[in-house]
């Protein structure tokens, strides 16, 4: 069974620097971890995404260069830094897991939130 509980979420200044992370239990090879975010009465979305296995990653366009995800399979941990920070990026931050097969992610943190201050 996988578990994730995410942590490192607060309140930042607008152009401030933030890093989540993701403690994991049960990840096995072939799976993929996922960062997703959720702004207020918004539909959540995929931030980045790495594969537990190999160096591939993913970023929305809107983080790209700004946010870099990456784990430490030895700690069973996922991070995801965050820099240059907007307003637009706040939102309740979510990990979440997936298999290669499975289209979509099965198992999810509970949240933590992100505020950005202008």
């Known amino acids: 069974q996988v578990q994730l509980v995410e942590s490192g979420g607060g309140l930042v200044q607008a152009g401030g620097s933030l890093k989540l992370s993701c403690a994991a239990s049960g990840l096995t090879v072939g799976m993929y971890v996922g960062w997703f975010r959720q702004p207020p009465g918004k539909e959540r979305e995929l931030v980045a995404s790495i594969s537990w296995s190999d160096p591939s990653t993913y970023y929305r366009t809107s983080v790209k260069g700004r946010f870099t995800i990456y784990r430490d399979n030895a700690k069973n941990t996922i991070g995801l830094q965050m820099n240059s920070l907007k307003p637009e990026d706040a939102a309740v931050y979510y990990c979440?897991?997936?298999?290669?097969?499975?289209?979509?992610?099965?198992?999810w943190g509970q949240g933590t939130q992100v505020t950005v201050s202008t």
């Open positions: 979440a897991a997936r298999r290669l097969t499975d289209n979509e992610y099965q198992y």
